[in-house]
Every structure is written in C-alpha cells, then in structure tokens.
C-alpha cells in the first residue's frame, strides 16, 4: 500500500508539548512543595511529630501489616475506579455532553469520594460530632442517584448489571451496618457485602470507561512524538 494513501493521526506541534510539559512539571513541583511545606507547618507549629504522617499506622502503632488490608484493598479498588472513569470523563471531552460522559463523571466522583472518605475516615469522624450518620452520608447518596440516574439513560448499551449488582450489594452493606443488631459475624457480613459491591463498580467504571475511549474522542487527539 502506499504510504501517501495511509491515514495517520496528525502530531501535535513540538513546541506547544513542550510548553504543556513545562506546566505539568511545575504544577507536580508546587504540589510537592505544599504537600512537604504542610508537613514542617504541623510539625512546627501543630507539635505533630512528622514522623508520624511519612510512616505507615502500622509500623507506627507496631501492629501487623495486615491489619485493615481489606479496607486497604477497598481504598485501592475506590480509586482506580474514580481514576479510570474520570480519565475516560476528560479525554473524550472533544465527544460533548454525551450521556455516557456524564455516567463516567457521576461514577468517577462518587467513587472518588468513597475512596477518599474510606482512606480517612471522614464520615465517622463527622458522625463523631454528633451529627447523624445518616445526614453525614448525604453527598454520598446524592452521587450515587446520580450515577444510577445516568447509567439508566445508557443501560442499553453498558454492563448494567455490574452497576445493579454494585448498589444491591452496597445497600445490603448499609443495611448490615445500620441494623440495631448485634450477632457474632455481624460485621462479616457488612464488610463482605461491601467489597463485592466496590469490586462491582471498579468493574462497571472501567468497562465504560473503556467503552468510552474506544468510541469516544481519544482516538482523534493528535498523536505525540
């Protein structure tokens, strides 16, 4: 075949990647520098040993490096479901408004905030002020009707049950939790339930997100090099 005939995708222009290179560079130093200015300010001025925020809470507290592993395992599943659809949300940006975009921007923040709030315990330690955990978990609620509501407009053509078998196994984790009763295995139960339904959703968000990238505008960037 020849090569004039062959379509390929156009470069992008040198100097325009050099200088979007330069700022990703200069946004990774600053942050960086905030993230190690934040560690001298508690360690300074908090009297917060910054040994204790550079080291894992196991070896800190001397416990055993599998304590909270699958909540770690949770934490980790959270997040590479929120990168990829967030990824998949901002490279196919050229595709519009398109309802799968906004299934993978609802699924990415939802599970993003599930992850962040697993990692540090927010909603516990919210609920610690007495305020009810109920109302605590409202944010959350909010984007997970949200992702349900734009994963329903494109079920015909995504891994519906995936997300269906998400929310039943999530909403069986809830209920174990809230239930005023107080049986051995109790927690078991709540935290199993749980994990299936994270697996369900880091699942669900990147079949999607590959679905998206796929379809969507990714392909048509100008090639680097």
């Avoid at 002020?129 to 978990?137: D, F, K, R």
């Avoid at 939790?177 to 139960?189: K, Y």
């Amino acid at each position: 075949m020849n090569a004039k005939a062959q379509t390929h995708s156009p470069r992008a222009p040198a100097g325009r990647w050099h200088r979007s290179e330069a700022s990703t560079i200069i946004a990774v130093i600053l942050v960086s520098v905030a993230i190690l200015a934040s560690l001298v300010v508690a360690d300074r001025v908090f009297d917060i040993d910054y040994y204790d925020l550079v080291r894992d809470p196991n070896a800190i507290a001397r416990n055993p490096g599998y304590f909270g592993i699958v909540s770690n395992i949770g934490v980790i599943l959270w997040i590479v479901g929120a990168a990829a659809a967030l990824q998949a949300f901002a490279a196919t940006a050229a595709a519009g408004a398109k309802p799968l975009r906004r299934t993978l921007l609802a699924g990415g923040l939802f599970a993003a905030l599930m992850g962040i709030d697993d990692f540090l315990m927010l909603h516990e330690a919210v609920a610690t002020t007495g305020i009810p955990e109920e109302i605590v978990l409202v944010p959350h609620m909010i984007l997970l009707c949200a992702l349900c509501y734009c994963a329903y407009t494109v079920r015909a053509a995504t891994p519906r049950l995936l997300l269906a078998g998400s929310v039943l196994s999530m909403g069986l984790s809830f209920a174990a939790d809230m239930a005023p009763i107080q049986v051995g295995g109790a927690t078991f139960v709540e935290e199993a339930f749980k994990l299936v339904g994270i697996l369900f959703l880091t699942v669900y968000l990147v079949a999607i997100s590959h679905q998206a990238l796929r379809h969507g505008g990714a392909s048509q960037r100008p090639a680097i090099g």
